[in-house]
């Protein structure tokens, strides 16, 4: 039957790996409230190595009862409801239980938690400016630095340039991005890296933040340099 095949077809977003129950959950920590976009990209990212996104965004549409592998349908989205339902806490889980299927619980988290606001972009800009090194190791900075640049990047994505031109501004954009990214980050280290962090300024064009962070790991190493305390 045309229904068995689906279920042998493991490239089908339709097909259910035998290892695969109702109780996973899709990250880690169960969401309750506080970062969402966090939570998202996690569960995103899960649903995507299992094949079943389509199935949030619609683009495994539902089907109609009496076709051949609706009870197959069925059963992916019922699946992929409760892994959702699954990774959020009780207390939001227990307020979504009546959703039809797993666009519409996905639709219901996106209005209530997916909102881009003046006070949230406020508070990661403050944070990103006032970061500094402190008695942080170079790779501790830059790791506590880029998550808020990525936390960021969440926020901004309607800002980002999706445009297929050929004449160079998308690049241009993305270089002179880059490098306000990297003052910021040369303006946080410790005074200690002052010489390091005036040859990086000095570089013709600048270099990319990666190429600068392993600049100064080499000079951590080669200094064996203590954090302030």
């Known amino acids: 039957m045309a ?113 881009t606001n003046g006070a949230k972009l406020y508070q990661l800009q403050k944070e990103i400016s006032d970061l500094s090194q402190g008695t942080l190791d170079i790779t501790g900075y830059y790791t506590k630095m880029k998550k808020l640049w990525e936390e960021l990047n969440t926020l901004n994505t309607h800002a980002q340039c999706n445009c297929t031109c050929t004449c160079g501004t998308k690049e241009n954009m993305h270089k002179a991005e880059q490098d306000r990214r990297l003052i910021q980050f040369l303006m946080g280290l410790n005074e200690v890296y002052i010489v390091v962090r005036g040859s990086i300024l000095m570089m013709n064009p600048l270099p990319s933040i990666a190429q600068a962070f392993s600049i100064l790991i080499q000079e951590e190493k080669q200094r064996k340099v203590k954090p302030y305390n």
């Not at 079943?52 to 009870?71: N, Q």
Request: aromatic share 12%; proline share 3%; net charge negative.
């Open 3 to 115: 229904g068995d095949k689906e279920n042998l077809d493991s490239s089908s977003p339709l097909y259910i790996h035998p290892s695969e129950n109702a109780w996973t959950m899709l990250v880690p920590v169960a969401f309750d409230g506080i970062d969402y976009r966090s939570w998202r990209r996690g569960v995103l990212r899960t649903l995507s190595v299992k094949n079943k996104v389509g199935f949030i965004t619609g683009k495994v549409k539902k089907l109609d009862a009496g076709h051949a592998t609706f009870d197959q349908w069925e059963r992916c989205d019922d699946m992929v409801t409760s892994w959702i339902l699954n990774s959020l806490s009780k207390y939001l889980a227990d307020s979504l239980q009546y959703v039809r299927d797993a666009k519409e619980l996905w639709q219901e988290l996106e209005d209530r938690y997916d909102q």
